[in-house]
Structures are given as structure tokens and as C-alpha cells.
């Protein structure tokens, strides 16, 4: 069965900190995706990656950066925390072109104090 | 802004009826519909979806309505169930721009036993 793991359910982190969210794919996927869920908003993508070092900014890349080293690893930092990145974050994954997301993992909840 | 307005925010329906959630869009360039049922705890899945050269795709008890003409595409539950209770979600791809997906922003369902 197709997997997409975060690592962490949830996350309680302080105001400045710099936070690491991972996630790992293994179906040796070319894209990833890390998405962010809010209440009447949907799901808004922060970054994208295609290959290996390579990515790509979404809606909302401010606050963000992310990491790809390895094919199977795509991680979210978030170099400064505030409040206002309190909120729940979808990795996801997908094979081919295009920025289509096929499987989601079962995402982090981060509150961020 | 949302490009992709999802109605109802919620919808509770008795089981063995059916559910209807809307979605209507601006971008005629959009080629791609799908949509994503999230249960609680649990990343987004894709359910079905369509591309707008059909009016009508039918998967089991779901199907999908796609009126170009109006701009709106509509997921319709038949006999539902309270195992279909989750959140569901439209989106649409657009052509161009590495084919960024625009999701809306969910109807939570409820079926009642």
C-alpha cells in the first residue's frame, strides 16, 4: 500500500522557534507537495519540489522554506515561528508533470504559542 | 481569493438520501475536476473527477455533474451513508503554470443514521 508518512501528528512550538516538519513518500514519487489547511480556506500549497534540490514557491511560500536531499524526503521549515502559522499541514506526493497531489499523508497539526 | 467557491460550508443529510455539494469557478481554462473526501484524522483522497468535455461521470454511489455552460460542477452522493460523513473538497487544475491545483474550501458532511 502507497505511503506518505509525516513524521509528527502534532506540534506545539513557541513564537520564533524554527520548526521542522518532515515527511517521507514511498513510491519513489518525483513531486512533493507540502500544503497548508485552514477552516473556509481549503487547502493552500506552500511549496513544491519536482526532483531532488529543486522546488518550487506555491501561494504561500513567505515564512516557509523547504528541503529536499533525498527523493523520498521533503521537509517544511519554518524559520521563524509565529501565531499565525498555527494551523494544520498536508504533505503529499504524485509520479508525471504537473502539480497534481495524488497521495496526502495524514497531516501534522501545529499550534505554534 | 478563492478561485473555486465550494458550497454548502456544511451539509447533514438523513442516510439513504442523497448529498449534493456545489462548486462553480471563473477560470474557463481550468481542465481537470476532481474531488477529495477527508475523513477526520486522515489526509484528503482522491474520490473522482472529471474533465469538461463530459457532463456526467458516475463512480458506484457518486457522481459528478459538470455544467460548462454555467461554470459549476456539482459531487452528488447517492444513498448515503454515515460512512460517507467526512469533508469534501472540489478543485480544479489549471493548464498552465505547472498545473497549480485550486481547491475550495470544503463541505463537511454529515449523514445521520
Known amino acids: 500500500d502507497v505511503k506518505v508518512t509525516q513524521s509528527s501528528r502534532y506540534l506545539v512550538k513557541r513564537t520564533g522557534e524554527k520548526v521542522f516538519l518532515e515527511c517521507v513518500q514511498d513510491?519513489?514519487?518525483?513531486?512533493m507537495f507540502w500544503y497548508r489547511q485552514d477552516p473556509g480556506l481549503g487547502l493552500r500549497l506552500i511549496y513544491f519540489s519536482y526532483d531532488v534540490k529543486m522546488k518550487e514557491k506555491g501561494d504561500i511560500p513567505e515564512g516557509y522554506s523547504v528541503s529536499r536531499e533525498k527523493k523520498e524526503r521533503f521537509s517544511l521549515i519554518l524559520e521563524s515561528a509565529s501565531t499565525n502559522q498555527t494551523s494544520m499541514y498536508l504533505c503529499a506526493s504524485s509520479s508525471g508533470q504537473g502539480r497534481r497531489p495524488q497521495h496526502f499523508g495524514d497531516g501534522t497539526r501545529l499550534s505554534i504559542l | 481569493q478563492q478561485q473555486v467557491k465550494q458550497s454548502p460550508q456544511s451539509l447533514i443529510v438523513q442516510k439513504g438520501g442523497i448529498s449534493i455539494i456545489n462548486c462553480a469557478y471563473e477560470n474557463t481554462a481550468f481542465d481537470y475536476f476532481p474531488w477529495y473526501q477527508q475523513f477526520p484524522g486522515k489526509g484528503p483522497a482522491l474520490l473522482i473527477a472529471i474533465r469538461p468535455d463530459v457532463s456526467e461521470k458516475k463512480e458506484g454511489r457518486f457522481t459528478i455533474s459538470f455544467n460548462k455552460s454555467a461554470k459549476q460542477f456539482s459531487l452528488h452522493i447517492m444513498d448515503s451513508q454515515p460512512g460517507d460523513s467526512a469533508t469534501y473538497f472540489c478543485?480544479?487544475?489549471?493548464?498552465?503554470?505547472?498545473?497549480?491545483?485550486?481547491f475550495g474550501a470544503g463541505t463537511r458532511l454529515t449523514v445521520k443514521p
Open positions: 513510491m519513489d514519487h518525483e513531486n
Open positions: 478543485a480544479a487544475r489549471v493548464p498552465y503554470n505547472n498545473n497549480d491545483m485550486r
